[in-house]
């Protein structure tokens, strides 16, 4: 991971916003350091998804950038910065094993085989799942998936 660079980043869902009301997400001038652990937090509707979209590549701000170390990102699609998100309720497909569960974004950005076998297994050791990788996701617990 590297560090994460907000720099005058603000958003509105408005094409021409007039008030302070009509922003999602408020100007935000913020550095997330290389390595380190934060949380999101606040009411309903307060801009965090706004933000983690903006930051993953779904969305782009209105106005401001995203550096990811001291690469601005801003106009990167997705796949071109290599994160992701997690989100609150699991997005995980119930007729495909552990396995496949893993390696689908993987697959569908193309990676070769070989890798794709290498990091579904070094991930299912990392979250305590390689006796789970051939089992369908459907007989999983919430906590497991």
């Known amino acids: 991971m590297a560090k994460i660079t907000l720099d005058n980043l603000a958003h509105s869902y408005l094409p021409k916003p007039a008030t302070d009301e009509d922003w999602a997400l408020k100007q935000l001038d913020h550095v997330w350091g290389d390595g380190e652990a934060y949380a999101l937090l606040g009411a309903s509707g307060c801009g965090k998804s ?40 699991p997005v995980v497909y119930d007729t495909m ?11 569908n950005r193309g990676a070769e085989a070989g890798y794709i076998a290498s990091r579904v297994q070094a991930i299912a050791a990392m979250i305590g799942m390689e006796a789970m990788l051939d089992r369908k996701a459907r007989g999983l617990t919430a906590d497991a998936k």
């Open 50 to 89: 706004t933000l983690l979209n903006i930051i993953s590549g779904l969305l782009r701000p209105s106005r401001g950038r995203i550096l990811f170390g001291d690469q601005d990102v801003t106009d990167q699609p997705t796949a071109a910065r290599n994160i992701a998100q997690v989100f609150q309720f």
């Open 97 to 107: 094993t552990v396995r496949e569960n893993l390696a689908f974004p993987l697959r």
